[in-house]
């Protein structure tokens, strides 16, 4: 009897903690959904001041809000331990480690020991002034990552807060293209490199980058004939305004993004009729951006912007014709089933096999006329054929800082960087290099070497570099091998892929990287619990 009593005793209170932790696993995912609201429909948004030191009041909002999200969270992840009932198993936790959680976890070792060892501390806490990308915005990318990768759950009523939010924003910037502002930000040509409610084209383009690759990608997945719908008007939307904002950079974004659907539409003839759908949506924006310039009222304030052109002439409607020519006697051929595009895969391959010809003729033909003051084939007086600092709108002189600042280097450095967000700070301090930057520039200070990944090494050194670029390159791997089962992991996978894509030739900032890592954070959550 009083084993039987013992034993009833024991299950309650098994219960009861069961019953408790659903409670603080519910309080836990509600808090994240609060803070995913608000980064997705407020942050966006949120301004002082037009667009005067509009990336310091940026920053300091993500930092409040997601301090306070992950105090409330520590709260939570506390409760939870207790109500464990017995000591947690440090080999389970182990097990449980993803390769991307031991890249992030060696990242912010990484961070921690280049800051502790860094000459530049003060700068290193906070990042260099207006972009603030230092120690305590890295510590938050890491625990935003951790936070909604075990505590969130993911559902599609979620993706669809995410297009309205970047959706206005994507429409407030054409508007703003066709010189109408709905705000009063401003309309001088002067201000016309800034754009909707983000600020500078860059910072922008960043923010672009992520999230209409993920709309893009959810039209290539959607089923339903709505869902088509709402992806299709928010796709064009997309497209539209990266061919209108002005940044160079959305290019190689968009590059990424449909060699990536190509890649992906071999598999099924759906999902080659949904590519070829998209393509033809992207010709079609820029059809429509280019007749609207033509309405009465709606004046182009960005002519440099590279884009322009698709907008401005005929090819674009002619190759809109052929694909969807093209698309059309696929479909007919798939209702007769007499193709299975899957028998095709081997072209894909072709096309990579192209691409990598024509990137290393290029990187010869650059080489060649870099090095032959006459040029070869005549190729020297094209700007993008011989590399100086001027290349590629000045990529050529940060680039080559960049890593003339890691050579000066010593070993221990170039090992573990100089700190956080300490670029700047290094360059200037060395007069060899602080000379060649004020030829370059002037009195604008370059704080970043405008490509992430060289900008890493020369402030977390090689090591902090191969975890963070170990991140996201396992991430992507790891998202695709389960995208099959859950294809919103497809979503998850585009955008940090549009996001590196695109950071290659740009830099982290308080608009792109806290969405990255929640993308990052979202996907890892999906493949944990599928």
């Known amino acids: 009897m009083p084993e039987t009593q013992e034993k009833e005793k024991d299950n309650r209170t098994k219960e009861w903690r069961n019953q408790l932790h659903k409670i603080a696993a519910e309080i836990g995912n509600s808090i994240l959904t609060a803070y995913f609201l608000v980064m997705m429909l ?12 509009i990336g310091d009041v940026k920053y300091f909002f993500f930092r409040k809000i997601s301090l306070i999200t992950i105090f409330l969270m520590l709260c939570v992840t506390a409760g939870l331990y207790c109500l464990r009932g017995k000591k947690p198993s440090v080999t389970a936790f182990y097990k449980r480690l993803s390769g991307t959680d031991w890249f992030v976890y060696g990242y912010l070792v990484l961070l ?30 890491v625990g935003v990552y951790f936070l909604f990768s075990r505590y969130f759950r993911w559902n599609y009523k979620m993706l669809y807060v995410m297009l309205l939010g970047s959706g206005i924003v994507f429409f407030l910037g054409i508007l703003n293209r066709y010189s109408i502002y709905l705000f009063g930000l401003g309309g001088s040509k002067e201000m016309a490199i800034f754009i909707s409610t983000l600020g500078n084209i860059n910072w922008f383009c960043g923010y672009w980058s992520i999230f209409c690759s993920a709309g893009v990608t959810f039209y290539w997945i959607s089923q339903s004939g709505w869902q088509r719908a709402v992806a299709g008007i928010y796709a064009m939307t997309g497209f539209m305004i990266g061919v209108l904002q002005g940044s160079s950079s959305a290019y190689l974004a968009l590059a990424g993004i449909f060699l990536f659907l190509f890649f992906l539409s071999f598999r099924e003839n759906r999902a080659m009729c949904r590519f070829l759908e998209l393509c033809m949506l ?29 907008t401005n002439t005929n090819i674009t409607l002619y190759l809109g014709i052929a694909v969807g020519a ?54 020297g007086e094209v700007p993008l054929f011989v ?28 090992l573990i960087g100089i700190g956080p967000d300490c670029f700047a700070g290094y360059l200037y301090s060395v007069p060899e290099l602080a000379d060649r930057i004020y030829a370059q520039f002037g009195n604008s200070r370059l704080t970043n070497a ?4 060289l900008t890493i090494l020369v402030n977390q050194g090689i090591l902090g570099l191969i975890c963070y670029a170990g991140i996201w390159c396992s991430a992507f791997y790891n998202f695709m091998k389960k995208a099959h089962i859950r294809p919103a992991l497809y979503l998850c996978a585009a955008s940090i892929l549009a996001y590196t894509v695109h950071n290659m030739v740009s830099f982290q900032q308080v608009l792109n990287a806290p969405f990255a890592f929640i993308m990052l954070g979202i996907g890892e959550g999906i493949r944990r619990n599928s």
């Open 450 to 453: 405008h490509n992430e990944w």
């Open 42 to 53: 407020v942050f966006p948004f949120y301004m002082k001041n037009g667009y005067q030191e």
């Open 387 to 414: 590399f100086n600092d001027t290349w590629a709108n000045y990529r050529g002189a940060t680039w080559t800082d960049g890593v003339l600042a890691y050579r000066s280097m010593t070993p221990l450095r170039k």
């Open 282 to 310: 992207f010709l079609l924006s820029c059809q429509t951006a280019g007749a609207l310039r033509a309405l009465p009222g709606l004046t182009i304030n960005y002519e440099s912007a590279p884009g322009l052109m698709l």
């Open 112 to 141: 921690l020991l280049s800051y502790t060892v860094s000459p530049f501390r003060e700068e290193a806490l906070l990042g260099a002034e207006g972009w603030y990308m230092g120690l305590v915005s890295q510590l938050l990318f």
């Open 326 to 379: 093209v698309y059309l006697l696929f479909r007919g051929m798939d209702k007769q089933k007499s193709i299975r595009i899957a028998r095709w895969k081997n072209l894909r391959w072709a096309v990579l096999l192209l691409l990598l010809i024509c990137a290393a003729g290029f990187v010869v033909l650059l080489t060649a006329n870099t090095r032959n003051p006459d040029g070869v084939f005549g190729l």
